[in-house]
C-alpha cells in the first residue's frame, strides 16, 4: 500500500526555470492537497482539490499552477521558479476535505 | 481570525516519563483541533482529533490531547516516551462553521527529542 507518492523527492532549479511536482494516491480519497512547509513556519495550503475537476487556491497561491488530472493524480507546477519558492513542498490527500490524512514525503525543491 | 501558539518549541524527556506538548489556540468560530506527527524527512501523520464530541481525545501511539475551552488549550500527553516517539509534532486549528475557508492554522511546531 503506497499511500501517497510524489515525484521528485529532490530538485535543483535556477531562477526562471519551470517545472511540475507529481503527485499520486491509491487511497481513492476525492480531496487533495499540496502544502510548502518553510522552517518555523508550519504549512501552508497552495492549493486544494476537492474532487476530480475541481481546485481551489489556498493561502499561497501565487506562482503556482495545478491540474486534477484525475482522481489519483494532483500536479502542481511553477512555471517561473523564484528564490522565494525554495521549500518542501507535501502532497496530501483525505476521503473528504478539508483536513488532510494522509501526506506524501516531500519534494525537497532549491532555486538558485 | 484564528492562530495556533505552541508554547515549546523543543522538549527534552527521559525514555519511559511523561510527555507534554502544549498549545494554545484562539478562534472566531468553535475550532476542530489536531495533532500532526512528523518524523524526519516524513510527510505528517495525524495524530489525533477534536472535532466538538468528547473533549478527552485519545489517538494513535498511547497519545491523548484534552480540549479546554477555558483556557483554549490542546495539549498532547503521553504517560510514557518511547525512543520512536522523537519527531516534530504541529497542533493545528481549523474553525467549524467557516465553511469558506479551506486553510488549516498550523503552529510552528514542538522538536520532541527522547534520552536513552
Known amino acids: 500500500n503506497a499511500g501517497v507518492t510524489q515525484t521528485p523527492k529532490f530538485q535543483v532549479l535556477k531562477t526562471g526555470q519551470s517545472m511540475t511536482l507529481q503527485c499520486a494516491q491509491d487511497m481513492n480519497h476525492n480531496s487533495m492537497y499540496w502544502y510548502r512547509q518553510d522552517p518555523g513556519m508550519g504549512l501552508r495550503l497552495i492549493y486544494y482539490?476537492?474532487?476530480?475537476?475541481?481546485?481551489d487556491k489556498g493561502e499561497v497561491p501565487n506562482g503556482y499552477n495545478v491540474s486534477r488530472l484525475n482522481k489519483r493524480e494532483f500536479s502542481l507546477r511553477l512555471e517561473s521558479a523564484a528564490p522565494s519558492q525554495t521549500s518542501v513542498y507535501f502532497c496530501?490527500?483525505?476521503?473528504?476535505?478539508?483536513?488532510?490524512?494522509?501526506f506524501g514525503d516531500g519534494t525537497r525543491l532549491s532555486i538558485l | 481570525a484564528q492562530s495556533v501558539t505552541q508554547l515549546d518549541s523543543h522538549v527534552s524527556v527521559s525514555e519511559g516519563t511523561p510527555v507534554l506538548l502544549r498549545c494554545n489556540y484562539s478562534s472566531s468560530y468553535s475550532p476542530s483541533l489536531f495533532w500532526y506527527v512528523q518524523h524526519p524527512n516524513k510527510g505528517l501523520q495525524l495524530l489525533l482529533k477534536y472535532t466538538s464530541a468528547a473533549t478527552l481525545v485519545k489517538g494513535i501511539n498511547g497519545f491523548e490531547a484534552e480540549f479546554k475551552k477555558s483556557e483554549t488549550s490542546f495539549h498532547l500527553t503521553k504517560p510514557s516516551a518511547h525512543m520512536s516517539d522523537a519527531a516534530e509534532y504541529f497542533c493545528?486549528?481549523?474553525?467549524?462553521?467557516?465553511?469558506?475557508?479551506?486553510?488549516?492554522?498550523f503552529g510552528s511546531g514542538t522538536r520532541l527529542q527522547v534520552q536513552p
Open positions: 482539490s476537492a474532487s476530480e475537476g475541481t481546485t
Open positions: 496530501a490527500s483525505s476521503e473528504e476535505g478539508p483536513t488532510p490524512q494522509h
Open positions: 493545528v486549528v481549523r474553525p467549524v462553521g467557516d465553511t469558506g475557508r479551506r486553510a488549516l492554522t
